[in-house]
């Protein structure tokens, strides 16, 4: 049977009582702050020390939440997710489109600034196939202010599908 549980309104309440995520949001804040310039260096570094980097996908800030609250046991350790997967496809999902690009540039970008305003884990973005050459410029300046620390981008010319990772600028 579900159970509900009813916060009451009061005009004078404290806020972190009445936002459940308002614990989240203080671990967050306890980790210390994470900017554009630290995320690059944090991402590369579990890259050089780990022989496996644990990535999961999010589509909003909320469920950046989720990923950084979330704690496994695993062969007696605590493991946890590393890094955040911004994909176009559960950022056309939610907004119930197919993923052929048919979500702007813009729109996706809202949802990284979601991610990143409440984590301080390194994103990944799936950049598609980067569009034109000359707006993928634009986009990935627009990626480096935000705090992204990788652009994957999909070569639809070379034979197939082929994934290729870049690293934003240091």
């Known amino acids: ?7 009451p309104w009061e005009s004078n309440a404290d806020e972190e009582r009445m936002c459940p995520l ?3 949001q203080a671990q967050n804040r306890a980790r210390g702050a994470s900017t554009a310039g630290s995320r690059l260096p944090t991402l590369k570094r579990l890259i050089q020390e780990k022989p496996i980097v644990r990535a999961i996908e999010v589509h909003s800030g909320f ?3 989720v990923v950084d609250a979330a704690v496994a046991q695993r062969r007696g350790e605590q493991v946890t997710f590393d890094c955040l997967w911004s994909s176009s496809l559960t950022s056309s999902a939610i907004k119930g489109k197919p993923d052929i690009e048919t979500v702007t540039t813009s729109e996706r970008m809202q949802i990284v600034d979601d991610v990143l305003e409440v984590s301080t884990k390194p994103v990944l973005y799936d950049g598609d196939t980067g569009g034109p050459k000359e707006i993928f410029a634009f986009t990935v300046r627009k990626l480096e ?16 599908r082929t994934g290729c990772f ?3 600028s240091e």
């Open 22 to 24: 308002r614990p989240l």
């Open 1 to 7: 049977m579900a159970r509900t549980c009813h916060v």
């Open 63 to 65: 469920s950046a939440l």
């Open 166 to 168: 870049s690293w934003a």
């Open 145 to 160: 202010r935000l705090g992204v620390s990788g652009v994957v981008i999909e070569d639809k010319h070379l034979g197939g």
